[in-house]
């Protein structure tokens, strides 16, 4: 492990390698959750779902305990953006929920994020989560060597506002190893400051957050739950990514 002028922490192969083998079981573990949100689940008993899962295959909830927080996941239901707080609320059909877990395996944290749909959802919601989803995978891309983290956020907030959709500014990708936030921050819409040249070694997670009205959010009184300003619907995908000297990496696929 060793570290670059601005303070990014680059992973060796091995370490690279060990971030992927959690990621595999966090992938799994989404999956999971996937199959079980369903009509009527409550979403804290999808967070026991993916606790049971992590600790009997030996990982560690990186987010339980972070920074006070109560939960295995993350549960942002419809207008709630992110770092929803798991509890007794009831899914409905239509409803779309995002589910964020971070796994530590060997010290190292793999985070993923994914939204899932809740039965039929309308045809709106269904394009918010496709043009989501799409630019992460667009975003990855541009996560190539010689780059810079602007590369990516420029890709992400293209494809979003191209279709009419709004990029979240307030909450922004990481770096992520041995701490669930480390740097460079990588954000999904274009400022004045093109970031960080990325390098072999650097491990990053992109997750576009996109919102269906307003990019502006605020913050519950819960102290955790980020919600739109305008109650619109939101959406978060996100992958772990290695960059490497053979292109972008993706340690949460579970390939
Ligand atoms: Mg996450
Ligand atoms: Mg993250």
Same mark, same amino acid.
């Given at each position: 492990?060793?570290?670059?002028?601005?303070?990014?922490?680059?992973?060796?192969?091995?370490?690279?390698?060990?971030?992927?083998?959690?990621?595999?079981?966090?992938?799994?573990?989404?999956?999971?959750?996937?199959?079980?949100?369903?009509?009527?689940?409550?979403?804290?008993?999808?967070?026991?779902?993916?606790?049971?899962?992590?600790? !009997?295959?030996?990982?560690?909830?990186?987010?339980?305990?972070?920074?006070?927080?109560?939960?295995?996941?993350?549960?942002?239901?419809?207008?709630?953006?992110?770092?929803?707080?798991?509890?007794?609320?009831?899914?409905?059909?239509?409803?779309?929920?995002?589910?964020?877990?971070?796994?530590?395996?060997?010290?190292?944290?793999?985070? !993923?994020?994914?939204?899932?749909?809740?039965?039929?959802?309308?045809?709106?919601?269904?394009?918010?989560?496709?043009?989501?989803?799409?630019?992460?995978?667009?975003?990855?891309?541009?996560?190539?060597?010689?780059?810079?983290?602007?590369?990516?956020?420029?890709?992400?907030?293209? *494809?979003?506002?191209?279709?009419?959709?709004?990029?979240?500014?307030?909450?922004?990708? *990481?770096?992520?190893?041995?701490?669930?936030?480390?740097?460079?921050?990588?954000?999904?819409?274009?400022?004045?400051?093109?970031?960080?040249?990325?390098?072999?070694?650097?491990?990053?997670?992109?997750?576009?957050?996109?919102?269906?009205?307003?990019?502006?959010?605020? !913050?519950?009184?819960?102290?955790?739950?980020?919600?739109?300003?305008?109650?619109?619907?939101?959406?978060?995908?996100?992958?772990?990514?290695?960059?490497?000297?053979?292109?972008?990496?993706?340690?949460?696929?579970?390939?």
């Amino acid at each position: 492990m060793s570290k670059t002028k601005n303070g990014i922490i680059l992973k060796t192969a091995r370490e690279i390698e060990i971030i992927k083998e959690g990621g595999k079981l966090l992938r799994q573990c989404l999956q999971l959750v996937r199959e079980a949100a369903v009509e009527r689940a409550r979403t804290k008993d999808l967070d026991q779902l993916a606790y049971d899962f992590i600790v !009997s295959h030996g990982g560690r909830p990186a987010f339980k305990g972070y920074r006070g927080f109560p939960a295995t996941l993350c549960i942002s239901v419809n207008e709630e953006v992110v770092h929803g707080i798991p509890n007794n609320r009831r899914l409905k059909a239509g409803d779309i929920v995002s589910v964020d877990c971070g796994l530590a395996w060997q010290g190292l944290i793999a985070d !993923s994020a994914t939204t899932i749909a809740v039965g039929e959802i309308d045809p709106k919601l269904q394009k918010l989560l496709k043009v989501t989803e799409e630019s992460l995978y667009l975003g990855i891309a541009q996560a190539q060597a010689g780059n810079y983290v602007q590369d990516i956020s420029r890709a992400v907030q293209e *494809h979003v506002e191209g279709h009419g959709f709004s990029v979240v500014r307030d909450l922004v990708g *990481h770096g992520v190893g041995k701490d669930l936030h480390e740097e460079p921050q990588v954000p999904n819409y274009v400022s004045k400051d093109k970031g960080a040249k990325l390098e072999p070694g650097m491990v990053i997670a992109i997750e576009p957050m996109v919102n269906t009205g307003t990019f502006e959010v605020v !913050s519950k009184r819960d102290g955790w739950t980020i919600v739109t300003l305008d109650k619109g619907h939101s959406a978060h995908f996100e992958h772990t990514v290695a960059i490497t000297n053979n292109g972008p990496m993706i340690l949460t696929n579970g390939e």
